[in-house]
């Protein structure tokens, strides 16, 4: 049985989980994962899957908080949602089959792409008005839920990783509102990966409910702050967490 002092302990991570992960629009999962290995020795599944019962919570509370401060179209949406079920649990199935130390590494490489991708700096000239947003077109919407439910399944972070950067990039969307968006897509694929990830017994349900417990106690706090603080200094918090997580992961390996 776990002690009354590993609750405490737990329960205080989530809810410094769930404050980071909602004003970063990634549920906390980003910063859990390599948490979970350097502080209880789990292997990468483990920590995936347990990271995941904070996850899934987080990230459908996170997504009713920004929606109500920039409401999501969610008839596309959910048409994205629906596609990233079948990805989602088709990567979750493939993730829990691979060796751990591989996993490990690979989701290490991929936050550090990610981090160069997103804070690659901008050309725009200090003074001139950001660009104008575009529509997302709905006959993408498809693809970006299979990509999102990809990399909700295979790592568990969520597919913000991969979609906040391209609505941000690609269709000049604010930080706060692709946010929004991303949170909306990963919902559906969270809860798959986590019954997926649960089916194979790599959760440890002792850790991770504590986790959730505290995340979904902090998460809308978070999604408070990301409305309050600046857009450039949001996402350079953002990138920081990626190539913080990656070294901290490479370093220590699997």
């Known amino acids: 049985m776990i002690s009354l002092i590993d609750l405490a302990l737990n329960f205080g991570l989530g809810a410094s989980l769930g404050l980071a992960g909602g004003m970063l629009g990634i549920g906390g999962g980003l910063i859990a994962i390599p948490v979970l290995g350097l502080l209880y020795g789990m292997n990468q599944h ?8 904070m996850i899934a919570p987080n990230v459908a509370i996170g997504f009713w908080r920004y929606h109500q401060k ?5 008839r596309p949406v959910a048409l994205a949602g629906l596609c990233s079920i079948g990805s989602a649990w088709l990567a979750a199935r493939l993730a829990v089959g691979i060796d751990a ?14 981090a160069l991708y997103f804070g690659w700096p901008s050309r725009r000239k200090t003074g001139v008005p950001p660009p104008p947003e575009k529509p997302v077109p709905r006959r993408l919407m498809p693809v970006i ?7 909700s399944g295979f790592f568990t972070i969520g597919g913000g990783m991969v979609v ?7 269709f000049k969307m604010s930080q706060t509102r692709a946010q929004g968006m991303a949170l909306a897509l990963v919902v559906p694929g969270a809860f798959v990966a986590l019954a997926t990830y649960g089916h194979s017994g790599a959760v440890d349900w002792q850790v991770g409910l504590p986790l959730a417990l505290g995340g979904v106690l902090t998460v809308s706090w978070g999604v408070h702050l990301a409305h309050t603080l600046p857009q450039r200094l949001l996402r350079m918090a953002f990138c920081t967490v ?6 901290a992961m490479l370093a220590t390996g699997a």
């Open 46 to 53: 483990l920590a995936q899957g347990t990271a995941l019962v």
């Open 70 to 74: 920039h409401p999501v179209d969610l």
């Open 101 to 114: 130390q591989l996993l490990h590494y690979a989701f290490a490489l991929f936050l550090l792409a990610l």
């Open 145 to 151: 839920g299979v990509a999102s439910g990809v990399v």
């Open 164 to 170: 906040v950067p391209a609505l941000v990039s690609l």
């Open 242 to 247: 990626l190539v913080g997580a990656a070294v």
